[in-house]
């Protein structure tokens, strides 16, 4: 047996029949012979391979194996899983239904509503309501907050308007649709109504506001719906020009600072600007000066930032005349006008919504490198 199990190492085996002396053990004569490694060899060679053969099929298991295992679990995916049903309009089921802009927003919103809370309450709790005082002899002090209140509305609106484009631009996903039938009227409208729902609040509030306000006597009725249709107004056209804006600018700083910029300039510049022309009536004629130097230079400005990537003479013509359609109009207030003051603002405001929505459109269809022009 001894051979037969030494027959299982080749080398010795090999070493042997090439050096038989090795194997003198004394006078009996030497015999050498390959066989039994042969055999040894053999046998062991069959049995590894008929234990492979058998194995076989646990190790390495047959394709009808791998098919079987993943309907299974699709199968249970589906049966636990509920999927969610896209509109016909994926941008704003997109916009409405997912968090499209994160968890800031809501924290955002908090602290908006905590402010608004507080500023109405020092405004109607303060004295200069007792007292009966009007700023600028025509605001009293809960108008005053409702003007701050809406303005921080718009800035917020247009903020959102804007990022809601930049987010895209910055994540690569505008990219996306390229490969989309998506049409240009559909992108915009689905981002516009995306907008529109997730600042519900931000208008909702300075509505609530004007109307608690009217409930106090604060506002006469003609005053409360020249305010409402005018901040709806102005609401729609913070939004519509954040959009343009994120259009038009392929840096997402560049695209707030000229949005956050025309929004500061066209509510808070010329409102200061007016309220300081106002208080130095001495010296009316050289701050008249300096006034109009301030909106002809922010004027162009303005036109600048419109047309940055698409001339137009609409947006031409809105941005040279924005400046001075509400420099009359915050004049026609302090004078005592309300329909007027409403009619100028729609006009005022209206048209460079029109004057940017069509450019939006075009800038779409440019971004994308695609037409789109024949699905509307």
Same mark, same amino acid.
């Given at each position: 047996l001894r051979p037969w199990i030494a027959g299982l190492n080749p080398f010795r085996s090999l070493y042997e029949i090439l050096n038989p002396l090795s194997l003198n053990t004394g006078l009996n004569p030497i015999t050498v012979s390959a066989w039994p490694s042969l055999i040894s060899l053999f046998v062991l060679g069959v049995a590894l391979k008929a234990f492979t053969v058998l194995r076989l099929r646990v190790w390495n298991p047959s394709r009808s194996v791998y098919k079987a295992t993943p309907k299974a679990e699709k199968e249970t995916v589906v049966v636990k899983e509920k999927s969610r049903v896209i509109w016909s309009n994926p941008v704003i089921w997109r916009e409405i239904m997912t968090k499209a802009y994160g968890r800031k927003v809501f924290v955002i919103k908090l602290a908006y509503f905590l402010l608004a809370g507080f500023t109405l309450w020092s405004a109607v709790t303060s004295e200069a309501v007792a007292e009966g005082v009007l700023y600028l002899g025509v605001i009293p002090p809960q108008g005053l907050a409702f003007a701050g209140i809406a303005w921080l509305s @718009?800035?917020? $609106?247009? +903020?959102?308007?804007?990022? =809601?484009?930049?987010?895209?631009?910055?994540?690569?996903? /505008?990219?996306? &649709?390229?490969?989309?039938?998506?049409?240009?009227?559909?992108?915009?409208?689905?981002?516009?109504?995306?907008?529109?729902?997730?600042?519900?609040?931000?208008?909702?509030?300075?509505?609530?506001?004007?109307c608690y306000l009217v409930s106090q006597g604060a506002f006469s009725t003609e005053g409360f719906l020249c305010a409402l249709i005018g901040f709806l107004a102005l609401m729609i056209f913070a939004i519509v020009l954040g959009l343009h804006m994120g259009l038009t600018y392929d840096n997402s700083r560049s695209a707030i600072g000229a949005s956050l910029g025309t929004m500061f300039f066209l509510f808070v510049g010329i409102g200061i600007f007016m309220i300081l022309l106002v208080q130095a009536r001495s010296s009316f004629a050289l701050?008249?000066?300096?006034?109009?130097?301030?909106?002809?230079?922010?004027?162009?400005? @303005?036109?600048? $930032?419109? +047309?940055?990537?698409?001339? =137009?003479?609409?947006?031409?013509?809105?941005?040279?005349? /924005?400046?001075? &359609?509400?420099?009359?109009?915050?004049?026609?207030?302090?004078?005592?006008?309300?329909?007027?003051?409403?009619?100028?603002?729609?006009?005022?405001?209206?048209?460079?919504?029109?004057?940017?929505?069509?450019?939006?459109?075009?800038?779409?269809?440019?971004?994308?490198g695609k037409t789109t022009f024949d699905k509307g």
């Open positions: @718009l800035v917020l $609106a247009n +903020t959102q308007a804007v990022t =809601s484009i930049t987010t895209e631009k910055d994540s690569k996903t /505008l990219e996306l &649709l390229l490969v989309t039938d998506i049409s240009a009227k559909e992108f915009v409208l689905g981002k516009l109504g995306g907008i529109f729902y997730n600042s519900k609040e931000l208008i909702l509030v300075p509505v609530l506001i004007l701050q008249l000066q300096s006034f109009l130097v301030f909106i002809v230079v922010g004027s162009a400005a @303005l036109h600048s $930032a419109l +047309t940055h990537r698409n001339p =137009s003479r609409a947006l031409a013509i809105s941005a040279w005349m /924005l400046p001075f &359609l509400t420099f009359y109009a915050i004049t026609s207030f302090l004078l005592g006008g309300t329909l007027g003051v409403l009619v100028t603002i729609l006009f005022a405001y209206g048209l460079p919504v029109l004057s940017m929505y069509i450019p939006a459109v075009s800038e779409f269809d440019v971004a994308l």
